[in-house]
């Protein structure tokens, strides 16, 4: 029979009720970031998949993932429309004594207090510009603002921005329940020492650009200046001088955004993600075509420095060549590169302190890849080989390797340059008594290259980091020497019938693939081991040899976290298979006497490998 008293139980939904311990603050907190979207997208309105540390949407966007707590904007006391975004982490590397000021701060401003309210409340940002946004425009006009402005030194911000937190510490975690308990706590709240919070200043060389140009711009800086170098020293990476260098040189500013598009690009297209690859490329179409124009109207410029800086730009053209695929107009640009180079270093000129080792980094890029590009593409030499002598080369590569991510002593790389011109023809000695000076010549740069001492060179380079790995270095570089012998017999094949000790192609072979063994899959100098593991695969008959070399370029392309994917190193497979099949074809139909090499230029191939 139901009584009263259990029909009044029912009701009121006690008599199934079960004590449940209530849960803790930070158990709260868990379960709503569990439910809740990132900040990006319940601002879109999109499904998010909640993932950490950041979403995949934001990942795919290219966006900076807000994070599942609140979004604070503390606001700047000496301008009222002067703000900065900052993110309240939702992780715990948020420092403790933040969260604590925050939480009473919010807190104590919704309880009706008769204090005056404090001078910076943190306050909910209902609206964040992102760095990325694949739908917003490239700005076509540039910021009208010198280059000369300097910004307000840190104590100037300090001072000028100070953040009073009402905080007391005596107060109980217990709300007061009466209006009397309530302005009790408004009379205990008491002004903490002033706490100094430095903002991040708006960086002038920003200024005129869009949110996706200044995230391609933070994407130069970070990504594509660090796989320019073999190590990168924070501040002592030569290629992120041109930064500052980019508001007053406007042709300088769009290849470099080009340059950051593409990289980016390709990074996407690695990554499967089709749509932000397609939008990133149109970009970096569209900024080199923007370059190239600007290019044309300042080549008229004779000053100095207007002349470092469009061999800078030129020289990231060829980069952006690189990035892309390896082919295109990279001779044309290599070639125009090369002529202001001898009108920036034959003069004697001096360049400024702050532009030199950018210039120096920049021109030994430009040397660098005229003689790798020389090895496979045809003919590229120029009847002006003024630079190419045993002064000019060697003195702008010296400058440079401690920079250089090839890790190739400057002595080999220009046997490397003397072997290709024997190969193509233009050397003064190719028809000079019925080719045996052509021979002399080449059994001359084999013991040049066989008597270098690598380990000597690489102990007495300046300017290396004290962490760099000096054994790594000597493996490469010994790589590179012995993949120069192999490359001085494949350009001269009657230069292996002098009988030299240790220089059959064979015993080169396995040299360097010796050499390229002691440098694991993830270290930082991989990426410096292109060129001699290609011509080495090419070389090769072996399938077991073969597999491993194609294996290290897509360890290059896809393991190497020190580099991002750089499409000439996927040229660079296609390239090694469509070689293995000629040479599979040439032995089932019989030797023609050729080897790969020849065969190879003979086809007028226009791609860079280095």
């Known amino acids: 029979m139901v009584t009263a008293t259990t029909t009044l139980a029912l009701q009121k939904g006690h008599l199934h009720a079960k004590k449940t311990p209530p849960k803790k603050p930070h158990q709260q907190k868990a379960s709503n970031l569990k439910t809740k979207a990132?900040?990006?997208?319940?601002?879109?309105?999109?499904?998010?998949?909640?993932?950490?540390?950041?979403?995949?949407k934001c990942s795919t966007n290219g966006e900076e993932c807000l994070g599942y707590g609140i979004v604070l904007r503390w606001a700047a006391c000496n301008s009222p429309t002067s703000t900065t975004t900052t993110r309240a982490a939702s992780n715990n590397k948020t420092n403790f004594n933040t969260k604590v000021a925050t939480s009473r701060t919010l807190k104590a401003a919704s309880t009706p207090v008769q204090?005056?309210?404090?001078?910076?409340?943190?306050?909910?940002?209902?609206?964040?510009?992102?760095?990325?946004?694949?739908?917003?425009?490239?700005?076509?006009?540039?910021?009208?603002?010198?280059?000369?402005?300097?910004?307000?030194?840190?104590?100037?911000?300090i001072n000028s921005f100070n953040v009073e937190t009402p905080v007391d510490d005596n107060i109980n975690s217990t709300a007061p329940q009466t209006p009397h308990d309530k302005q009790e706590l408004s009379l205990q709240i008491i002004k903490r020492p002033i706490n100094h919070i430095k903002i991040p200043l708006t960086d002038p060389l920003l200024n005129g650009l869009s949110s996706k140009e200044k995230w391609y711009m933070h994407h130069f800086a970070t990504i594509v200046c660090r796989d320019l170098v073999s190590i990168d020293q924070k501040e002592r990476n030569p290629f992120r001088a041109i930064i500052p260098l980019v508001r007053?040189?406007?042709?300088?500013?769009?290849?470099?955004?080009?340059?950051?598009?593409?990289?980016?690009?390709?990074?996407?297209?690695?990554q499967g993600h089709s749509l932000p690859s397609e939008s990133a490329l149109v970009d970096a179409l569209m900024l080199k075509s923007r370059a190239l124009h600007l290019l044309r109207a300042a080549i008229s410029d004779d000053t100095l420095t207007d002349k470092a800086m469009i061999l800078s730009a030129i020289v990231f053209l060829v980069n952006l060549d690189l990035i892309d695929s390896g082919r295109g107009g990279w001779k044309a640009h290599v070639e125009a590169a090369r002529r202001l180079i001898s009108s920036l270093y034959l003069t004697r000129a001096h360049l400024d302190g702050a532009i030199a080792p950018l210039v120096n980094a920049i021109a030994a890029d430009c040397l660098t890849y005229r003689i790798y590009g020389s090895t496979i593409s045809g003919n590229t030499s120029s009847s002006d080989n003024t630079i190419d002598d045993g002064v000019v080369l060697p003195y702008i590569l010296q400058n440079a390797e401690a920079y250089s991510y090839h890790c190739a002593p400057p002595a080999i790389l220009q046997i490397i340059l003397s072997a290709s011109q024997l190969c193509s023809g233009s050397s003064t000695t190719l028809e000079t008594d019925g080719g045996v000076e052509r021979i002399a010549t080449a059994a001359a740069l084999l013991h040049k290259a066989r008597n270098f001492d690598v380990q000597t060179w690489v102990y007495s380079i300046n300017g290396l980091p004290p962490d760099d790995d000096l054994e790594a270095r000597v493996s490469v570089a010994s790589a590179h020497r012995a993949a120069a012998c192999l490359f001085v017999l494949l350009s001269v094949p009657e230069a292996g019938l002098l009988e030299l000790p240790l220089l059959e192609p064979k015993d080169l072979v396995q040299e360097i693939l010796g050499h390229l063994s002691c440098i694991p899959e993830d270290h930082v100098h991989l990426k410096g081991t292109v060129w001699p593991t290609f011509i080495v695969g090419a070389e090769t008959d072996d399938v077991n040899e073969r597999a491993w070399c194609l294996e290290r370029l897509v360890a290059v392309w896809t393991k190497n976290p020190w580099t991002y994917p750089w499409g000439y190193v996927h040229t660079a497979t296609e390239m090694l298979q469509e070689i293995w099949r000629s040479k599979d074809l040439a032995a089932q139909q019989g030797d023609d006497g050729i080897n790969w090499l020849q065969r190879l230029k003979a086809t007028g191939n226009s791609c860079l490998i280095v």
């Open 248 to 270: 007053k040189f406007d042709y300088l500013q769009s290849v470099v955004l080009a340059t950051a598009a593409m990289h980016l690009s390709t990074l996407h297209k690695y």
């Open 115 to 157: 204090s005056s309210a404090p001078s910076n409340p943190p306050q909910v940002v209902t609206e964040v510009t992102t760095n990325y946004t694949f739908n917003e425009p490239i700005s076509n006009a540039t910021s009208a603002t010198p280059i000369g402005i300097s910004s307000p030194t840190t104590d100037e911000a």
């Open 38 to 56: 990132c900040y990006n997208c319940h601002r879109k309105r999109l499904r998010c998949d909640k993932s950490l540390p950041s979403c995949l």
